[in-house]
Structures are given as structure tokens and as C-alpha cells.
């Protein structure tokens, strides 16, 4: 079993639709939680970013998390076309020197205008 | 603006050649990371360096080693290639807390 389990979609939904998108994780010590988002043929860049359990809010994204039931989700408010990209769930327990990540496979989004 | 860039967009190599892959970041990170990714698999972390000459396996360093020898250039060498590291090549740098920056990444294809 994966530490980190992503629904790989496709997902395509109409502009203006909310997106949600989703990950569950099996290690209880994850304490930082991100989503990044992945433009094709380009590097994923940092989208939210969370400490422990919550929602936090950016624009029309929101991230939430919820450590009991170790599930974690992306939340997108009226959808564009230029939010079309593959979206990877991260997680970290912080230790030593370098904050290691655990991604997840990513899903693929696809915002119809 | 952060940068991170990596020394080709696309590289085709021959079995049992040795590759060179080169990362360089402009923001005086401590922290350096390669990963690669594949469908259904994700990013999964190959080598990192936490400073100068220093670093430590990630979750699949089989058939990899990597260099350091300045602060703002990390290299991921294949010994001898094989067709199942075919892959997408990323290179990531970060302070010791923060965020991680990536690079547009490396499509290696090993024939």
C-alpha cells in the first residue's frame, strides 16, 4: 500500500464548476500538508500549504485537512480553463536538515470553457 | 524569482552510456533534491543534499549517484542506463525550511 493514495482522474469539468480533488495517507506522523500544481512540461510549483489539521484559504482555492481520518482535499471555486493541470497532493514529517516529501501520483484536470 | 534550471528539456541516451544530469539554482538554497516521475507513480525522491559534498539516499537511489561540489549545482549521474530509467527527471531546491522549488525537468529516454 502507498503511503499516499491519489485518484489519478482524469477529471474534466465545465468552467465555473467547483473541483475537488482528494488524498488519503496511511502515516499518522505527516504534519505538513501541500498542493502543487503541475503545468504540462513544466516543474509542479507550490499551490497551498498547510500545517496540521484545518482549512486555509487562497483566492478560489481552498485546502483542508483532516488528520483524524488522514484525508486531505483541494478545493477549486468557479473553475478556468487555465486551471487545467495535474495537481499532486505532498505531505512531510519535518525531521533533520531537509523536509522530505511524500507525493502522491497526481490528478489530471481538465476545465472546459 | 527563484530559478532552477536543469541543462536539457529532452535526452535520448543508448543503454549502458553514462549521463550526466545537471541542476543549477540561483537563490543560495542549503537544500537539493532529484526526483523522478512517472504515470501513476508520482514523484518519487532518488538522492538529496543538504549541503556541500553531502548527501543522502532518497526511496530509490538503485542505479544513481549524484554530486555536489558547489552550493548551487546538484548532478544525477546514471553509471550505465538502463531502458527503465526512462523517466522524467526533476530538480528540486530549498532552504532548510520551505518550500521546494522545482525545475522545468529532463525527459530522458534510455533506448
Known amino acids: 500500500q502507498k503511503e499516499v493514495e491519489q485518484d489519478p482522474g482524469p477529471l474534466s469539468v465545465p468552467e465555473g464548476a467547483i473541483v475537488s480533488l482528494n488524498c488519503t495517507y496511511s502515516?499518522?506522523?505527516?504534519?505538513?500538508f501541500m498542493w502543487y500544481r503541475q503545468y504540462s512540461r513544466k516543474g509542479p510549483e507550490l499551490l497551498m500549504y498547510t500545517y496540521s489539521s484545518g482549512n486555509k484559504e487562497d483566492g478560489r482555492f481552498t485546502a483542508q485537512v483532516d488528520k483524524s481520518s488522514k484525508y486531505i482535499s483541494l478545493f477549486i471555486r468557479d473553475s478556468q480553463p487555465s486551471d487545467s493541470a495535474t495537481y499532486l497532493c505532498a505531505m512531510s514529517v519535518a525531521s533533520g536538515s531537509a523536509r522530505q516529501l511524500t507525493f502522491g501520483s497526481g490528478t489530471q484536470l481538465t476545465v472546459l470553457p | 524569482d527563484v530559478k532552477v534550471t536543469q541543462s536539457s528539456r529532452y535526452l535520448v541516451k543508448r543503454t549502458g552510456e553514462k549521463v550526466f544530469l545537471e541542476c543549477v539554482q540561483d537563490?543560495?538554497?542549503?537544500?537539493m533534491f532529484w526526483y523522478r516521475q512517472d504515470p501513476g507513480l508520482g514523484l518519487r525522491l532518488i538522492y538529496f543534499?543538504?549541503?556541500?559534498?553531502?548527501?543522502e539516499k532518497g526511496d530509490i537511489p538503485e542505479g544513481y549517484s549524484v554530486s555536489r561540489e558547489k552550493k548551487e549545482r546538484f548532478s544525477l549521474i546514471l553509471e550505465s542506463a538502463s531502458t527503465n530509467q526512462t523517466s522524467m527527471y526533476l530538480c528540486?531546491?530549498?532552504?532548510?525550511?520551505?518550500?521546494?522549488?522545482f525545475g522545468p525537468g529532463t525527459r530522458l529516454t534510455v533506448l
Open positions: 537563490m543560495d538554497h542549503e537544500n
Open positions: 528540486a531546491s530549498s532552504p532548510p525550511i520551505g518550500e521546494q522549488f
Open positions: 543534499s543538504y549541503d556541500v559534498k553531502m548527501k
Open positions: 502515516n499518522s506522523a505527516f504534519q505538513y
